[in-house]
């Protein structure tokens, strides 16, 4: 069944064709929410907070966006309300949930390169999390979560060609401040491979990598 039938029906009272909207795209507000927060007790409580708003305010929804839109409007809020209300969050550490989380794919059982992987990830993440809530949001939708300009645009109300000199302003940032907290690459270093989207951004934001960031 498409996501459309599913709305109306969601919007009809039958509760039946949320659960199942829920079960579609609960991994991915999990993963918006967790990347806002980097806490996965929190992001837990927003994920299952989003998905009530939402459930409350379906029978508004018109279906002037798309649904999942609408439903990524309502977490992304919600989660940068709540980091705004915890305050400045302390550095980066290495048990991080988003580094843990990070890890389970990649580490691969390794003691040395999972210590290795959590450095790395922890000086991104310390980067990520720096930038303004609008930069940061961006990034994610982009570049974490696979949004195109457009798509992002409208979650973010704004324009497509705001998004792009976001992006690019993100990219400028996290570069600066990778090269000021980074050391000397070691000479041994485990591969990380494109297994997430938190991969694929590391490795285009690697500042040793021999390419330079478009």
Known sequence: MGVDELVERARRGQGAAFDELVRRYRERIFALTLHITGSRSD???LTQEAFVRAWRRIGSFEGRSHFFTWLYRIALNRALNHRRDQGRRPLVSVD???IL???AVDAEGDPRGALLLAERYALLLSALDALTPALKATVIL???QGMNHAEAAEVLGTQVGTIGWRMHEARRKLRASLER???PPPAWRPQMRAAS???ELLARLDPWAPEPIA
């Open 43 to 45: 992001a837990d409580d």
């Open 96 to 98: 991080d949930d988003r």
């Open 101 to 103: 989380a990070a890890l």
């Open 142 to 144: 982009v570049a974490l």
């Open 181 to 183: 907290e980074s050391s």
């Open 197 to 199: 989207r938190l991969e």
